[in-house]
């Protein structure tokens, strides 16, 4: 189901590695330049999430979920920040050694969580809308812009995790 209001939440730090690329959100808004979807195309055709070796997430149980995590942020949601789509590693060292792959840690903390079913990839997009509105409603609410993350539970349902300020 897909929550109006986001569900505060503390995450350990956990690590995910993947498929990785950087942009901005003035670039995907303009499908001649837009690269996220060609990023998660590339995910499942290839099979990175069978390609990585020790498959866990941030509780060390394997539930199996994509990631896609934003990272490197220049500034805030106006400036470039990395993206990588990939599976929660337990090992992270080894999952470096994949030809090609990336790795991302998360970062423990305070997150709010928003989420979204429907249809791919407008599920996605219009979370991504109701966590900019929220923010620009509740402006004493701040992100930390150090990492956020999209964790799917299957192809139609999103939780989307943006880490706060305390």
Do not use: C
């Not at 990585?52 to 220049?74: T, W």
């Amino acid at each position: 189901m897909t929550t109006r209001t986001p569900t505060s939440v503390q995450i350990p730090a956990f690590s995910v590695a993947g498929i990785a690329m950087r942009t901005r959100n003035s670039d995907e808004m303009n499908p001649a330049i837009a690269r996220l979807g060609g990023l998660w195309n590339r995910f499942f055709t290839q099979s990175w999430e069978r390609k990585l070796p020790s498959r866990g997430d941030g509780d060390g149980n394997g539930d199996g979920r994509i990631f896609g995590v934003y990272s490197g942020y220049e500034s805030n949601e106006h400036g470039a920040f990395d993206v990588t789509a990939g599976v929660a590693v337990a090992e992270p060292e080894q999952a470096q050694a994949v030809p090609g792959a990336s790795r991302v840690d998360i970062e423990a903390g305070d997150y709010l969580v928003f989420t979204g079913e429907g249809e791919m990839p407008q599920m996605v997009i219009d979370t991504w809308v109701r966590i900019w509105h929220y923010f620009a409603d509740n402006p004493t609410v701040q992100r930390r812009f150090g990492t956020d993350f999209e964790a799917y539970e299957g192809p139609d349902k999103v939780a989307i995790h943006i880490g706060v300020k305390p």
